[in-house]
């Protein structure tokens, strides 16, 4: 059962223009919810998280957005740039006691 | 810091062969994870270990799968006999306890095996 949901498997986008990756979940007992950037051929690597008791997180180009009442969250970069081209996974963890829980990933290309 | 090492990073083996995956995690994290990626199914988290004991198995698809840490630097990941459906990226995670909703996961750069 899939409890973390990316529904749209890619997504393209022109150089500097925004990148909105959504996510969706089930459980209500996530607390903190992470996004994950994987390049071809490399693990994925941590790219910004928030935790259940905020709404929003921001690191640079990156924010996070988190909506608990509609269990979804979202992924902003602005500008988009093309290395920023990669599949990013949404993962949520329901207490330190507990593996993180990932979706399947979208595939974002960012155009010239 | 080297990061979490496997190895070997491809491997393609006959049907009915046992596979044996490998990884090092970094030290000083108490946590290991093993995880496999496919198109249908994402990334799947197979079994988890903190300070070397296994906490969740319930993801290892069937018997043919075992994993074992003997101690904090190492782990390996069986798949015996192995089935073309095995093919994957096997990934593995480490960090430390108590903290992967804060601060993630370190994986490693994974293992592509292909069954034929």
């Known amino acids: 059962d899939q409890q973390v949901k990316q529904n749209s498997p890619s997504l393209s986008v022109q150089e500097g223009r925004i990148s909105i990756l959504n996510c969706d979940y089930t459980n209500s007992m996530f607390d903190y919810f992470l996004w994950y950037k994987k390049y071809p051929a490399e693990g994925p690597t941590f790219l910004i998280s928030?935790?259940?008791?905020?709404d929003k997180n921001e690191d640079g180009r990156f924010t996070v957005f988190l909506n608990k009442s509609a269990k979804h969250l979202s992924l902003h970069i602005v500008p988009s740039q093309p290395g920023d081209s990669a599949v990013y996974f949404c993962a949520a963890s329901a207490g330190s006691g507990y593996a993180l829980n990932f979706g399947k990933g979208t595939s974002l290309l960012v155009t010239p | 810091d080297a990061g979490v090492i496997q190895s070997p990073r491809h491997e393609v083996t006959e049907m009915g062969q046992e596979v044996t995956l490998r990884c090092k995690p970094i030290s000083g994290h108490n946590s290991l994870f093993w995880y496999r990626q496919t198109m249908m199914r994402g990334l799947e988290l197979l079994i988890y270990f903190n300070n070397n004991v296994p906490i969740d198995d319930s993801g290892m698809p069937e018997d043919r799968f075992s994993a074992k840490m003997p101690n904090a630097s190492f782990s390996t990941l069986k798949i015996q006999p192995s089935e073309p459906r095995d093919s994957a990226v096997y990934f593995c995670a480490s960090s430390i306890r108590g903290t992967p909703g804060r601060y993630g996961y370190t994986f490693g750069s994974g293992t592509r095996l292909t069954v034929v």
């Open positions: 928030i935790s259940s008791i905020k």
